[in-house]
């Protein structure tokens, strides 16, 4: 990767058609009005529904989003898989599509040892030749990479950073200490309400899957923080956390989110699991939405 990947990249969905086949098309347009906010694109992770993606349509997710990018911004894909080998298989054929970097979820439903997770991220770093985000999302595999075994992972060189989304500030600022003083290795915020703070402790960018419904406003905490002023970084934390707190509080953010972004106005689909809203349940994300971004 030849430059730091810094600011918002965000954990884009990913669109389906009327059928619930992929749709490139609007994907496109997605990616389109993600890069009009300045966002980076993060395709194929929990936001993208990876895990209802067979591997065909992970390729052709990541193939579409670095074509419309054209190197205009970061882009970073995810690529884990429950085994070693999977991980592998789909990371060298992502690795080939001209992504800046991958990510790398823990192994999910095994219940594994840290010294497991360091074999597992080691295996596959060293099978590959683009650059290496952990992932770390406990809530979702079951399995929690601790601030010691990613500290022993960081001096792997093909390992350039943690994606966290355990959801706590302490998780985060654990990541961030054993991260200290190591020049090449960045920490990136996952939680949507820890993004400015993140920043400020030392975060060189965050995932934001809230991006996806308002992709300025999740811009502007890293552009005011990015030219120094702290206070509207802030305060433009503070002017979505209404937002993200009622959005999330209809359901599985992922889901809430996509549901969101269809009441905006944009073909992106329903979302493909077994995730469905009641009439009033998606009349209360319209509400949410004409409050907040109309």
Same mark, same amino acid.
């Given at each position: ?85 999977? #991980? ?6 992502i690795a080939r599509l001209g992504v ?5 979820? #823990? ?41 010691? #075994? ?13 994606k966290d989304s355990a959801g706590s ?15 090449n290795f960045d920490v990136l915020n ?36 990015? #030219? ?67």
């Amino acid at each position: 990767m030849s430059k730091k990947i810094n600011g918002v990249l965000t954990a884009i969905v990913t669109t389906f058609d009327r059928d619930g086949a992929f749709n490139p098309a609007t994907q496109r347009e997605q990616v389109k009005r993600q890069l009009s906010a300045g966002n980076g694109i993060f395709c194929g992770g929990t936001n993208g529904e990876f895990f209802v993606l067979n591997e065909q349509e992970k390729i052709a997710v990541t193939e579409t989003c670095v074509d419309e990018v054209n190197g205009s911004a970061p882009v970073v894909a995810h690529i884990g898989e429950i085994s070693t080998r999977e #991980t592998l298989r789909l990371g060298k054929q992502i690795a080939r599509l001209g992504v800046d970097a991958v990510s790398v979820i #823990t192994p999910y439903f095994v219940p594994l040892k840290q010294e497991e997770l360091i074999y597992h991220y080691q295996t596959v770093a060293d099978g590959l030749d683009v650059p290496l985000f952990l992932y770390n999302i406990p809530a979702r595999t079951g399995n929690t990479l601790q601030p010691d #075994t990613v500290r022993k992972l960081a001096a792997h060189p093909n390992i350039i950073g943690i994606k966290d989304s355990a959801g706590s500030y302490e998780s985060l600022s654990g990541f961030l200490q054993a991260a200290d003083n190591m020049e090449n290795f960045d920490v990136l915020n996952g939680p949507d309400s820890l993004i400015h703070q993140g920043f400020v402790d030392g975060c060189s960018a965050c995932i934001s899957g809230l991006a996806n419904v308002a992709p300025h406003e999740i811009n502007a905490i890293w552009a005011h923080f990015s #030219t120094g002023d702290v206070e509207k970084s802030r305060l433009a934390q503070e002017s979505v956390t209404g937002l993200r707190t009622e959005l999330y509080s209809t359901g599985f953010s992922p889901a809430a989110v996509k549901k969101a972004v269809t009441l905006l106005g944009y073909d992106v689909g329903e979302s493909r699991y077994a995730v469905r809203f009641a009439p009033e349940e998606e009349q209360k994300i319209r509400q949410i939405v004409n409050q907040y971004l109309k």
